[in-house]
């Protein structure tokens, strides 16, 4: 029709009880920063179990730029990064995917030199480096800020006491993989504890590196090792894990999520409990069945590893949402992380919001409604909601989803929900 134009959705016939089994993809906040790390080997890399995920496409383009060889066949990645000859990434890359900042450390690492433009803020509110550039520096990087760019030269890295004021992910990967390329020993203090620093340790540790205390809040970085040809599988990803719980928890049935790492998952696995979930785990599946009504939850605040992750908050409110009772959410890892109260309410939540504080009081009746993702995780949670709603939900603005979810309307229909993907 002229004027209207065409967009993809979800459409969801909710109220559907799920029961199966589904297999849990990489995680996407591995494979990003070990993407980076193959730069720093200039040898081949052999990447297993690498989701399908419009993040990993946008790194596999930044890859490509700076020159080196990506094939994926399936779920494995070849990557050379012998061939590398440039150590910019263009504007339009780093729009893509605000965390391309990652490549930053890597990058400085092997070529001495990186140019980028700034991340800036997102829809998370603002989403600083301060602490990415201030440990680079006291690694030897020489770092100008101008027109939005972001200018890094080394006459050489240099190990160096790095003790953060707050444990962030993507700082200390970006530590980890410069540290790597430096002379000498960098001690980090206070570093993120999240599995995914572990899984990027245990892989440059593969290509010849030497990290050690990955996953405590000191890792320590032995730099400039002979780096060689490495393989490694990412590990599961736990948040589309978390999701996937919440979809089980809100429509009810028995469902086995299979390649997962039930250790990983303990904070919301405590959560959905409380909720009236029954959960049984071995080494790497975890069965999670309901049967009687969802009750409200205790206290849920968002902390850094091993506490309840950030990512986690909105696909568990969608569950809070359809409750009986009240649950408390307190966001303390970013400012705006709420963005999805606004469409779980049209669906008809009751969910107050001050702050980082959010209330939500469960509703006997979620309703179907057209709603938008508004970023990747706020968008999980109104397909959550759509899952348990009655009646017919729209969810548009997929970009978000895709950035972080393989086909989840593929793994949910096979569960028994009634979800396509179409042009609406
Ligand atoms: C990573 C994850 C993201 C997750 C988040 C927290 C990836 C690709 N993304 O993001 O999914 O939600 O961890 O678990 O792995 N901060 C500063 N200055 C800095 C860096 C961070 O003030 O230089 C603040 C941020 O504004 C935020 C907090 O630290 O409030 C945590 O951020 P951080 O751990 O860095 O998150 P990301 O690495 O961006």
Avoid at 18 to 43: C, D, E, M, Q, Y
Avoid at 90 to 101: A, F, G, I, K
Avoid at 314 to 321: D, E, F, K, Q, Y
């Amino acid at each position: 029709m002229p004027g209207v134009e065409l967009v993809e959705a979800y459409v969801i016939q909710g109220g559907r009880p799920l029961n199966g089994f589904v297999r849990v993809h990489g995680a996407k906040n591995s494979v990003l920063p070990i993407l980076a790390a193959t730069i720093l080997s200039g040898k081949e890399s052999l990447i297993y179990n690498c989701p399908h995920l419009k993040d990993v496409d946008s790194s596999f383009r930044i890859l490509r730029h700076l020159g080196c060889v990506v094939r994926r066949q399936d779920e494995a990645v070849y990557i050379d990064s012998g061939p590398i000859a440039h150590h910019d990434v263009p504007d339009s890359l780093m729009r893509e995917m605000r965390s391309s900042v990652v490549f930053l450390g890597a990058i400085l690492g092997r070529q001495g030199k990186a140019v980028m433009s700034f991340p800036g803020g997102c829809e998370l509110g603002p989403r600083p480096i301060d602490l990415h550039l201030w440990a680079l520096r006291k690694l030897g990087a020489d770092i100008r800020e101008s027109g939005g760019n972001l200018y890094c030269e080394t006459n050489g890295l240099k190990g160096a006491e790095i003790s953060l004021s707050l444990p962030s992910v993507g700082a200390t990967e970006n530590i980890m993989l410069a540290a790597s390329a430096a002379k000498g020993v960098t001690r980090i203090q206070n570093a993120a504890c999240e599995p995914e620093i572990e899984d990027l340790q245990n892989f440059i540790n593969a290509m010849g590196g030497s990290i050690h205390g990955a996953g405590t809040p000191t890792v320590v970085v032995e730099g400039a090792r002979e780096f060689r040809r490495a393989e490694h599988s990412i590990i599961p990803d736990r948040i589309v894990a978390a999701t996937y719980m919440a979809c089980a928890a809100i429509a009810g049935g028995d469902v086995t999520l299979t390649g997962v790492n039930p250790a990983h998952l303990r904070t919301v696995t405590a959560a959905l409990s409380d909720a009236g979930c029954e959960i049984d785990v071995t080494e790497d599946s975890l069965r999670i069945a309901r049967s009687d009504a969802l009750k409200s939850m205790r206290q849920i605040r968002t902390m850094p590893y091993p506490g309840f992750p950030t990512d986690a908050q909105s696909p568990i409110m969608a569950v809070a949402a359809r409750a009986e009772g009240t649950t408390l959410f307190v966001e303390n890892i970013f400012e705006s992380r709420y963005r999805h109260v606004g469409e779980l309410t049209r669906m008809g939540a009751d969910i107050k919001v001050e702050g980082r504080i959010a209330v939500v009081s469960g509703v006997k009746k979620l309703y179907g409604a057209h709603v938008k993702a508004t970023d990747l995780r706020g968008g999980a949670a109104l397909v959550v909601a759509g899952i348990g709603a009655e009646g017919e939900t729209v969810v548009t603005e997929l970009d978000h989803i895709d950035r972080g979810y393989e086909s989840m309307h593929v793994a949910l229909s096979a569960l028994g929900a009634n979800m396509t993907r179409k042009t609406v």
